[in-house]
Nanobody
């Protein structure tokens, strides 16, 4: 059973950057598909970025495309999301997710395992 723990959130000024980390334990992610989702107050959870189990396919939501990068560190069983040029619209709780189906990719929401989330607050 895989467990996911996010870190790296916090308060950032507009125009700044954030790098979120997700540490996996309990199993090796290996060919798991992984991704980052976010949920802002009063809004539904939405997919930010995902990467397939083979790392051959990636997805970025339109509003972060070009300023976000998802990556995975297989030896250390970690997943990262960097977002640059942040705006207040990026304020949300960011969740890491993983799924044993290697081809699973955003915007599909039904990833098998989720972390508890980390808050990112962007001030204007």
């Amino acid at each position: 059973q895989v467990q996911l723990v996010e870190s790296g959130g916090g308060s950032v000024e507009s125009g700044g950057s954030t790098r979120l980390s997700c540490t996996a334990s309990g199993t090796t992610l290996g060919r798991y598909a992984v991704g980052w989702f976010r949920q802002a107050p009063g809004k539904e959870r939405e997919p930010v970025s995902c990467i397939s189990g083979t790392s051959s396919d990636t997805f970025y939501m339109p509003s972060v495309k070009g300023r976000a990068t998802i990556s995975r560190d297989r030896p250390n069983n970690m997943i990262y999301l960097r977002v640059d040029d942040l705006t207040p619209d990026d304020t949300a709780v960011y969740y890491c997710a993983a799924d044993p189906r290697p081809s699973r990719l955003c915007p599909a929401p039904d990833f098998a395992t989720w972390g508890q989330g980390t808050q990112v607050t962007v001030s204007s």
